[in-house]
């Protein structure tokens, strides 16, 4: 059994059209600068350093050595520990310490315009 079925053509009341470019902002007020881009990405850098490090002494190279095992699979086996450790590790903090640096930077710059706007 068939049923008839209607075919309905949809038109567009209004053609879409793109706001003009100067009614955009260029910027929003949560957006870094350049200049700032560059500074979050080097207390990332220094983060991730930091965070390197710190598993690097955790986890050193005779780790968990036993009279069973080769120094060089404890090595081996250190050595991977290390690299899953540091990747679970950043995973995890990294994401809440760029949301509290980008906070601290908005901060800073909101506070030397209301320093500015104030002379």
Known sequence: MNLPVKIVKME????????????VPTTLST?????????LQKKIKDYT??????????YPDDYN??????DSI????????????FYKQKEISL???????????LEQRRKHVQVQEEQ
């Open 49 to 58: 350093a930091d965070l390197q490090r710190k598993i690097d002494e955790r």
């Open 31 to 39: 957006q870094l600068t350049k200049s700032e881009n560059a500074v």
């Open 74 to 85: 404890t090595q081996m086996k250190n050595e991977i520990l290390r690299k899953i450790k």
């Open 12 to 23: 567009a009341k209004k053609p879409l059209t793109l706001p003009k470019k100067a009614s």
């Open 95 to 105: 994401p809440n310490f760029i949301r509290k640096t980008r906070e601290e930077l």
């Open 65 to 70: 050595k036993t009279t069973l095992m080769d």
